[in-house]
């Protein structure tokens, strides 16, 4: 039976205005949603179990406030949900480390994760992931196909390819052409009395801290124009000043 | 002081510019990088020879670069490379092999690089919304946005070496398939030309083509006009669920300006906005903005800019 693990990661609601407040930061007014691109890849990892067989466990890290995301994974039909159980904020070295452990000890086959979560945008734990496993990866996958061996479309050379990949692997998923499933009913009542399994992991020390998180730097007010006709002279101010074109 | 090693960003089987950038990024970091060369024939490498600040070049050279694969450049680029700080380029492809490299090395790895200082180095975060900066104590690998760090001036003269490397190939292509546009990518493109809602209509969009012809440009659009229109791809749309862009020059048009698009074109050096709703949000963040529709601004900026063009 095919074990197929997929990486879930609580983040704030992609809609929320993020604030700082002294040098952090302050979430605690954001509503946390699952990871928009994970969703993608619960949905992969359903449609690869429906295809061949096996069983899908969503995992995240986290405090017992990311089994929300595991519930909502539960609700549109993984088989189990398990959380690494960790506060701290990770580098991605300690990060990976005790994902890949975890992954190695539960007997995983292949891993689907978003392509990056929505907090960061680093996109560094699926490859990451699959090289500590010493596993075949591919990113940015927008389709995966299951007959006769694993093969995914990503991007190549200026385009798309399709390509076969080796398993074990680690699959990261962009938004493709396929609809996630929505919750029904009888898949939220599961959730709901579905139990987190929790885990604990040897967790490295971090190499790479967080000194301090700051608002964009505001851009000088540009100059503003009423008409089209304006369009000319932006259009030289573009060449003669801007120097862009 | 821990050794910098720069991985040279290739794009159509040269040295793209920003592997110039990369070599000022290493400088900041407070040293001369070494500067490897992916490919396939140590030719390539020949570019890389007159970047300033770089202390030699070494051409990787492995049949395995003929195509990316994480997991066989990731081991053939590990052969090669001194223990050290590694610096790539910020592209999806370049993150993804700086996230392999790093935990080939059991590394960490710090993604999508603004600016350094000695040893603290910033990124964006929340899609742009906040910054974050970081301290690294030791080595890592980093990856740097294009279009930030000057490039360093082509004055140099580095020794170029020639080192055989290999790599097991993890993935096969099986066929490369047709992109749906002959269109410039809006993840390549220097200027990017992108409509939204406003445009009424997908058909308008050839107003948009004609300009992005007249400057090689590529065509973009907000997610409200993805959603809104069958005609328009996914592959165009920019923003938080879309592509995160980073030209020189963007123009928007049309787009009110969603933090969801904000998130993914924020970045760019300078920004246009054309849009008939002197409130549109758009227009705090564009350093020319345009208060008109586009049936009036559209045919005077493509007859001024085909004029400069001639």
Redesign the interface.
């Known amino acids: 039976m095919t074990k197929i693990v997929v990486l879930v990661k609580q983040v ?1 609601d ?2 929320a ?2 604030v ?1 407040s002294g040098d952090r ?1 302050d979430l605690s007014a954001v509503k946390k949603v699952m990871s ?1 691109y994970d969703e993608f890849a619960v949905e992969t990892a359903l449609r690869h179990r429906d295809a061949s067989g096996g069983e899908v466990i969503a995992l995240t890290l986290g405090g017992a406030g990311a089994d929300k995301v595991l519930k909502d994974a539960k609700a549109i039909g993984v088989d189990h949900i398990v959380r690494i159980d960790c506060e701290e904020e990770l ?4 990060l ?2 005790a994902l890949a452990s975890t992954l190695q000890e539960m007997g995983a086959e292949i891993v689907y994760c978003g ?1 990056s979560a ?15 496993l010493g ?6 996958v927008t389709s995966v196909g299951f007959d006769g061996g694993l ?1 995914v ?1 990503a ?12 398993t074990p ?1 680690v699959i990261t998923c962009d ?1 493709g052409d396929i609809k996630v499933r929505k919750p029904n009913v009888k898949g939220i009542m599961q959730a709901k009395k579905a139990q987190v399994e929790v885990k604990t992991a040897a967790i490295q020390p ?12 505001a ?1 000088p007010a ?11 002279e ?6 003669d000043e ?1 120097n ?2 | 002081m821990t050794e910098l090693i720069v991985i040279a960003e290739i794009a159509k089987g040269t040295i793209h510019t920003t592997t110039s950038e990369l070599v000022t990024a290493a400088n900041a970091l407070g040293g001369s990088p070494i500067i490897i060369v992916p490919c396939t024939d140590a030719s390539v490498a020949d570019a890389a020879g007159t970047i300033a600040g770089a202390s030699k070049v070494i051409a990787a050279k492995s049949d395995a670069f003929a195509h990316y694969d994480a997991a066989a450049w990731a081991e053939a680029l590990d052969a090669v490379a001194p223990q050290g700080t590694i610096l790539t380029s910020a592209t999806p492809q370049s993150k993804d092999l700086a996230a392999r490299l790093a935990a080939r090395r059991n590394l960490s790895v710090v993604q999508d690089v603004v600016a350094i200082s000695q040893n603290q180095l910033t990124s964006p975060v929340y899609s742009g919304k906040a910054m974050q900066t970081v301290a690294i104590s030791g080595p890592a690998v980093v990856s740097v946005r294009a279009n930030v760090f000057d490039a360093a001036p082509s004055t140099g003269s580095n020794e170029i070496s020639v080192v055989d490397t290999t790599g097991n190939m993890a993935t096969a292509v099986q066929e490369f398939m047709a992109r749906a546009s002959q269109r410039l990518d809006v993840a390549e493109a220097n200027i990017i030309i992108s409509g939204g809602r406003g445009m009424g209509s997908p058909d308008n969009f050839v107003h948009l083509e004609a300009i992005a012809d007249t400057l090689g440009a590529a065509v973009g659009a907000s997610r409200a006009a993805v959603d809104t229109w069958e005609a328009i791809p996914h592959s165009m749309q920019v923003g938080q669920t879309g592509k995160t862009v980073n030209p020189n020059l963007y123009i928007a048009v049309g787009i009110s300006g969603a933090i969801q698009h904000l998130a993914g074109m924020r970045s760019s050096k300078y920004i246009v906005a054309i849009n008939k709703d002197a409130d549109a949000p758009i227009f705090q963040h564009a350093d020319y903005g345009i208060v008109a529709t586009w049936e009036e601004a559209l045919p005077v900026l493509q007859s001024t800019l085909a004029g400069m063009m001639a």
């Open positions: 704030p992609t809609n205005k993020i700082v930061v928009p580098d991605s070295n300690s990976q480390s392509k929505a907090d960061t945008g680093a996109g560094s734990t699926g490859p990451g992931v699959a090289e500590r596993w075949a990866s591919a990113s940015n093969t479309v991007p190549s050379d200026g385009g798309n390819a399709r390509m076969s990949v080796n692997a938004k971090s190499s790479v801290t967080i000194v301090a998180h700051s608002m964009p730097p851009k540009g100059k503003s124009y009423e008409g089209g006709a304006a369009a000319a932006v259009a030289n101010l573009l060449r801007a862009v074109i």
